[in-house]
């Protein structure tokens, strides 16, 4: 965890339907990304973490989002998952630590115990202050602000969570990643300005899905307005 210090972490995800959703692709991203000076990435489902192991030996936070019918967590929600990932070349794996119910009876304290005898270091995934405390209290490793805006508790709230860095820096002693809503190099250095540990940063960087889309509905919008307003 050490070499991820005050440095940049890159999300290289995709869409499902997406053509970049392929693990060669996600690879290459990957490997453009460390090439350029990212410290670490974070990748979902085994597969890409395979395919982007066999490229880098550059840290790997892992996770593998699976959703099941009647529960809100999907990132990583069992111990079945975190080894998959593990077994896939996984160096950090990433949980929902949220405090809401999990498929399997599964807890945050348990998954964190399976996975430590994994001999693999936790990142817990969080909403809110408390819930960041109490991953930190059943063991997690590193504590990131991944699921501010996300969850029913906090869906009126817009990423980045600043205000939720500063207070889990100053409250915990484990160490704090930013991740969620960076969108330019400005607000990564904020992030380490206010103590974070590292910066996670994915759709500014590699959503290249997400960001067309958004460009693409903000030109339409506009020459809609235009049109309707007239000359």
């Given at each position: 965890?050490?070499?991820?210090?005050?440095?940049?972490?890159?999300?290289?995800?995709?869409?499902?339907?997406?053509?970049?959703?392929?693990?060669?692709?996600?690879?290459a991203?990957?490997?453009?990304?460390?090439?350029?000076g990212a410290?670490?990435?974070?990748?979902?489902?085994?597969?890409?973490?395979?395919?982007?192991?066999?490229?880098?030996?550059?840290?790997?936070?892992?996770?593998?989002?699976?959703?099941?019918?009647?529960?809100?967590?999907y990132?990583?929600?069992?111990?079945?998952?975190?080894?998959?990932?593990?077994?896939?070349?996984?160096?950090?794996?990433?949980?929902?630590a949220?405090?809401?119910?999990r498929?399997?009876?599964?807890?945050?304290?348990?998954?964190?115990?399976?996975?430590?005898?994994?001999g693999?270091?936790?990142?817990?995934?969080?909403?809110?202050?408390?819930?960041?405390?109490?991953?930190?209290?059943?063991?997690?490793?590193?504590?990131?602000?991944?699921?501010?805006?996300?969850?029913?508790?906090?869906?009126?709230?817009?990423?980045?969570?600043?205000?939720?860095?500063?207070?889990?820096?100053d409250?915990?002693?484990?160490?704090?990643?930013?991740?969620?809503?960076?969108a330019?190099?400005?607000?990564?250095?904020q992030?380490?300005?206010?103590?974070?540990?590292?910066v996670?940063?994915?759709?500014?960087?590699?959503?290249?899905?997400?960001q067309?889309?958004?460009?693409?509905?903000?030109?339409?919008?506009?020459?809609?307005r235009?049109?309707?307003?007239?000359?």
């Amino acid at each position: 965890m050490q070499s991820l210090q005050h440095k940049l972490i890159v999300s290289c995800q995709a869409p499902v339907d997406s053509p970049l959703h392929d693990p060669t692709v996600i690879a290459a991203i990957a490997q453009a990304a460390i090439n350029r000076g990212a410290a670490g990435l974070r990748i979902d489902t085994p597969a890409h973490i395979q395919s982007v192991r066999q490229r880098t030996s550059a840290p790997i936070i892992g996770l593998w989002k699976r959703q099941f019918e009647g529960f809100e967590v999907y990132i990583t929600p069992q111990a079945d998952q975190a080894k998959a990932i593990a077994l896939a070349g996984a160096d950090i794996i990433a949980i929902d630590a949220t405090l809401r119910a999990r498929p399997g009876g599964e807890t945050v304290a348990s998954l964190v115990d399976s996975i430590h005898r994994l001999g693999k270091p936790v990142m817990a995934d969080v909403d809110t202050l408390e819930s960041a405390i109490a991953a930190a209290a059943v063991g997690a490793d590193l504590v990131g602000t991944t699921l501010y805006g996300y969850t029913q508790q906090t869906r009126h709230l817009n990423p980045p969570g600043f205000d939720l860095l500063k207070q889990m820096v100053d409250k915990l002693s484990v160490p704090v990643i930013c991740e969620g809503g960076i969108a330019s190099p400005t607000m990564a250095k904020q992030a380490l300005d206010l103590g974070a540990y590292a910066v996670v940063v994915g759709t500014a960087i590699t959503g290249i899905d997400a960001q067309v889309k958004s460009y693409c509905e903000t030109l339409d919008y506009e020459h809609d307005r235009n049109t309707h307003n007239g000359p």
